[in-house]
């Protein structure tokens, strides 16, 4: 339901909140909080449903006040709860009783998230020009908090009058979960999230997704690279890091100096004409303490500079395709694995949105020791840089359209791969096929979280027997 202006058949709260200050026993944000007044008017419903641990999401937008986002509070700098305008990546937001908070107590994906107390608020100072389809957003309990609930609020003129929007979200769990919100708004619209109960509790908000109808329809779209969930609810660990990257998401291994797996999206609004790089690069988005490995680290190893996300899949624009060639999206990969089985598999995939699909991948590194040109070996680089005992892939295939995880059926078609990093392996990759099941008991991850269980529980038992070309 969507209304311009306040409509008297809307249940009117009539509802304004002040601030006043509240001491915090265990941070140093204790800031006099200035007066300040919101209120809500009128509310909207909107489907609303819950996901456990879906994990960060990223996109590759350029327009973002037409085209949806990802905000990740990264950008920003705000340490009192003082009612103020912060700037970040999206655009300006005001918090009021809030704050980034980057604190060990602070539940995050990266180093910072939104932190908000009493009944204060974040709110985008900025419009959604084109409307908002879905609206997803993270959110935990701070520290040892106790429960505290929350909803989401809309503003139709320019955040002079805001209105309630879907139902309200009780926040009980330490762990970061996924609340999405189907809006379908098509016109001018701005956001943002107001704590309603829980006192001095807090509550964390992360990653907040903005998803926009701007890709709908049977055309192909720029999706989420992590539409299916966070496989190892990657973080902050140095074994178990997420990194985000405008083409790819990942979860980086310090230990072993590659990526314990890659997601990306794929569809033919990804890819392109644009020639390979061929411009291998340290990630210095890596934390400087961790090893970032360089292209030299290869040299004369006897494995090849092995993608996980492909250069090919993101030949759309130069950007695109040089940061495929980040290190941490390269593993060392045995020439007849990378050049044959592995390569072909990526064709096949790319031959698929050709006609009219999008697929979603997961590609990722298991075990150590492989077989290159050299002959065996367990590591390169001097023990820097494990090489792994195998590659594998999962691919998830839909025809192209929006609302991806409630388009999964039980006859969703998945193909998942296991190949050996070996030389004088077949290059038909085919005779690699496995099944997703298999896949998280190699690796201990689950692929597929955000699909209802029933569903889920089905495509990942079956072994893909389907064409392959």
């Given at each position: 339901m969507k209304l311009l202006k306040p409509n008297p058949s809307l249940w009117i709260l009539s509802f304004a909140f002040f601030f006043t200050s509240c001491n915090i026993d265990d941070d140093n944000y204790n800031a006099e909080i200035q007066n300040v007044s919101n209120t809500i008017i009128g509310e909207f419903k909107a489907g609303t449903f819950l996901y456990d641990n879906e994990g960060?999401?990223?996109?590759?937008?350029?327009?973002?006040?037409?085209?949806?986002?990802?905000?990740?509070?990264?950008?920003?700098?705000?340490?009192?709860?003082?009612?103020?305008?912060?700037s970040l990546s999206s655009g300006d937001w005001y918090?009021?009783?809030?704050?980034?908070?980057?604190?060990?107590?602070?539940?995050?994906?990266?180093?910072?998230?939104?932190?908000?107390?009493?009944t204060g608020y974040a709110i985008m100072s900025f419009n959604m020009?084109?409307?908002?389809?879905?609206?997803?957003?993270?959110?935990?309990?701070?520290?040892?908090?106790?429960?505290?609930t929350w909803r989401l609020i809309a503003s139709y003129d320019n955040g002079v009058s805001w209105y309630y929007v879907g139902s309200t979200i009780t926040t009980n769990s330490t762990t970061l979960n996924t609340v999405s919100f189907d809006v379908n708004e098509t016109s001018s619209v701005r956001y943002g999230i107001q704590k309603l109960s829980g006192g001095s509790n807090r509550i964390n908000i992360d990653n907040v997704e903005i998803i926009t109808d701007t890709n709908s329809g049977s055309s192909p779209g720029i999706d989420s690279n992590i539409t299916f969930g966070n496989p190892s609810d990657a973080g902050t660990s140095s074994t178990n890091y997420y990194l985000s990257k405008p083409d790819f998401s990942l979860s980086y291994n310090n230990n072993t100096g590659t990526a314990n797996w890659v997601s990306w999206h794929l569809s033919s609004a990804w890819t392109g004409d644009t020639p390979r790089c061929n411009c291998f690069k340290r990630d210095n988005d890596l934390p400087s303490s961790f090893f970032r490995a360089t292209s030299s680290d290869y040299t004369n190893s006897g494995f090849d500079r092995g993608h996980l996300c492909p250069s090919a899949?993101?030949?759309?624009?130069?950007?695109?395709?040089?940061?495929?060639?980040?290190?941490?999206?390269?593993?060392?990969?045995?020439?007849?694995?990378?050049?044959?089985?592995?390569?072909?598999f990526e064709s096949y995939l790319r031959s698929?949105?050709?006609?009219?699909?999008?697929?979603?991948?997961?590609?990722?590194?298991?075990?150590?020791?492989?077989?290159?040109?050299?002959?065996?070996?367990?590591?390169?680089?001097?023990?820097?840089?494990?090489?792994?005992?195998?590659?594998?892939?999962?691919?998830?295939?839909?025809?192209?359209?929006?609302?991806?995880?409630?388009?999964?059926?039980?006859?969703?078609?998945?193909?998942?791969?296991?190949?050996?990093?070996?030389?004088?392996?077949?290059?038909?990759?085919?005779?690699?096929?496995?099944?997703?099941?298999?896949?998280?008991?190699?690796?201990?991850?689950?692929?597929f979280e955000n699909i209802t269980n029933s569903i889920e529980s089905v495509i990942e038992s079956v072994v893909d027997n389907g064409p392959s070309s």
């Open positions: 960060p999401h990223d996109y590759s937008f350029h327009l973002k006040t037409q085209e949806g986002f990802i905000e990740t509070y990264e950008s920003g700098s705000k340490s009192s709860y003082a009612g103020a305008s912060v918090l009021n009783d809030a704050l980034l908070g980057g604190l060990s107590n602070d539940r995050k994906y990266q180093s910072k998230s939104v932190r908000i107390r009493n020009d084109n409307g908002v389809e879905t609206i997803r957003i993270r959110h935990a309990k701070y520290g040892n908090d106790g429960n505290s899949d993101r030949n759309g624009t130069e950007d695109s395709n040089e940061n495929t060639y980040y290190m941490s999206n390269i593993a060392p990969q045995a020439p007849d694995n990378n050049r044959k089985s592995w390569a072909n698929l949105t050709l006609d009219g699909n999008e697929v979603h991948i997961i590609a990722g590194v298991a075990g150590s020791g492989g077989i290159g040109g050299n002959g065996f070996a367990t590591t390169i680089d001097g023990g820097n840089i494990t090489v792994p005992d195998s590659f594998w892939k999962v691919a998830l295939i839909l025809p192209n359209g929006t609302n991806d995880i409630n388009r999964v059926t039980t006859s969703t078609r998945v193909i998942a791969i296991n190949i050996p990093n070996d030389q004088g392996i077949t290059s038909d990759w085919t005779q690699f096929r496995t099944s997703v099941d298999a896949i998280e008991s190699l690796t201990g991850y689950d692929l």
